[in-house]
């Protein structure tokens, strides 16, 4: 008997070790096959359902989950913006420089006075409403108040820095508008002094509007916001992936003929000269192209479907969840070495047992 229990003690211990490898790739296997059998997988089981809940968290950044945090970030941005339509209504209300207009100017000065093609109050619904609706449609197909945000936010910004740019440079300028002979003179019967400057008897109103013609005041809103729409549009639909698709360009290009179109039809209604077109083209969009790229990574690059807030996020939340997957990691280990150790103090108190047992035995026999 005491042979018998001396062969089995390191056939025991291969059992041992042979039940160790067993239950560690156990552990293994429910790790990835998701078995709940065994209580030693259930931190594990806890430990992917978090992880994929985290993920499909991560791509979802809803108005109620993220709005307060968002607008609260960016709350001084808001207040500078109503600082900014301050500054547009100041300007409207200051009178512009009355450059001297001679006799012998008059002769490109003398465009019939007609109506706006486009009306004044016309621009901001097609240069702001719509990229907003635009940019609501996409949210409520993407759930990312990110994206939202920022592009309402550039949007604002690129359409009223690029007011308030236009409207100083009207009234430090003081170029007079191609119909100006008419708003100077409605009754046709010019006036000068004796060094040739105009002596105007028209309305006031009409008359310092006259002196506002550089940079076109239309051109450059229109410029700016629906540059802005384009170069959403082109990050949106991924215009510059490389893979040739010319029919997303006619979509990019869209917003920028409307804006061309309103630009000519200010030189058609004689408000104002190509030059002054030209320039408030140039104004809003690089003002539009400014602001976007503030927001948004550039259109051509891979990540120009998002705003820079959006992948940020992403990076700190995947950033919490490895620290979290790693402190669950060690938890598991931990635990697993736990019950090792016990199963180790089981086995050799069993073994020490049969020792006595066999002892016993043979001290009888």
Known sequence: MYWYSMQSVPLLKNLRSSFQDLTRHSLEVSGVTGDCCSSLNLPLLKQNKESRMRQVQLASHTVRSHGYTVARTHMHDWLILILLLVMVIVLNAIHPFYRFVGKDMMVDLKYPFKNNTV???????????LPITIFLIIYFRRRDVYDLHHAILGLLFSVLVTVVITDAIKNAVGRPRPDFFWRCFPDGKDVYDRWGNVICHGEKDTIKDGHKSFPSGHTAWSFSGLGFLSLYL????RAFDNRGHVAKLCIVFLPLLVATLVGISRVDDYRHHWQD????????????????????PPPYHAEGWGPYAYFRTLEESRAQTQAANAVNVQDVEAQVENQQDERNRNTFTGLSLAHDS?????ENG
């Open 358 to 362: 066999s002892s016993r035995q043979e």
């Open 119 to 129: 009306p004044i109050w016309a621009v901001p619904l097609y240069s702001v409403l």
């Open 277 to 296: 077109v030209f320039a408030g083209g140039l104004l809003g969009l690089v003002v539009a192209t400014f602001f976007y790229l503030h927001f948004f």
């Open 234 to 237: 082109s990050g949106k639909i």
